[in-house]
């Protein structure tokens, strides 16, 4: 492929992310008051429409402003990796069935969910946290697949299993006062058997014999802590320690779903969409 194709190529896929959050903000700012209350999600009597509707409109501009800087962090971090694993079929595919599925399963399994936890009702659902949660477990399957092409899909299990472990602890750590000495031991050991399991099969694979390969090998360790550093910061921001402020109700469980389906979406995906079959 030629300089200029590629260019052009890359020029798409930055407009082709563009456009969610473009279509965010022409909602949120040129919708007529009286199309965006139709548009939002009321629970007690929801219109199906508004089940994918919801996910478009926001409470205010600071609300508007949350998710779609989420959106765009995660959705450029798993395009970066899609980019290096020359799966720009994968990407696309899966955005869209994240922008388009995910408004109204996450809308719908999370107004279920509620309507049997919760006491006195479910306030009125609206916003894109789900998707761009969803864009957060798309990053997820992205690093995934990224160290297991370099590696192998073993290792690429292991890996998975202590980053998963690690998010988890970071949930517990902001709704907890104290640091939980039983669950942090849990996932202490967990993490240990997995870096433990990732060094055996590295040292059987072989380290690298030349300076190139050991560059390589620290730049895909880099790129690894720094994706990981994406969804510790993207998980921060879904579960923040407040989920009630200034009367607005934060829906965590919402984006523990988005986060959740967007790993099986794009998961399943990746077995189903790319195009590279090593």
Known sequence: MGDGVE???LVGDLLFIAATPAILVTVHFFLPPA?????????????????????FVHADTAHLAGNVVGFTVGLLSAYLLCLHLQERRWFWLSTITL????????????MQLLAVYVDGGV???LGFSGVAA????????????????????STGYFAGMGVFLLLCWE???????????????????GVGLAAVQIGRRTIDDGLP????????????????????????????????????EDGQFTNVLAHALGFG??????????????TTYP
């Not at 922008?99 to 999370?110: A, E, H, K, M, Y």
């Not at 949930?171 to 050991?189: F, N």
Request: hydrophobic share 55%; proline share 5%.
């Open 171 to 189: 949930v517990l750590l902001i709704y907890t006062d104290a640091l939980p000495p039983a669950e942090t031991g849990l996932v202490a050991i």
């Open 209 to 244: 014999t030349s300076r190139d390969g050991w560059f390589r090998a620290v730049g895909a360790l880099a790129v690894c802590l720094g994706i990981l550093g994406v969804l510790v910061a993207l998980v921060a921001v879904m579960f923040p320690a407040d989920v009630v």
């Open 7 to 9: 260019r052009a190529a």
């Open 134 to 153: 969803g864009a957060g477990g798309f990053t997820f399957a992205a690093l995934l697949a990224f160290i297991g092409r370099r590696t192998d899909w």
């Open 261 to 274: 389906y967007g790993v099986v979406l794009s998961g399943w995906g990746y077995r189903y969409w790319r």
């Open 99 to 110: 922008v388009c599925g995910l408004p109204v399963v996450v809308n719908w399994t999370s």
């Open 123 to 125: 306030a009125a659902t």
């Open 35 to 55: 199309v965006h209350d139709r548009f939002v999600l009321q629970p007690g009597s929801p219109e199906p429409i508004t089940l994918f509707t919801a996910a």
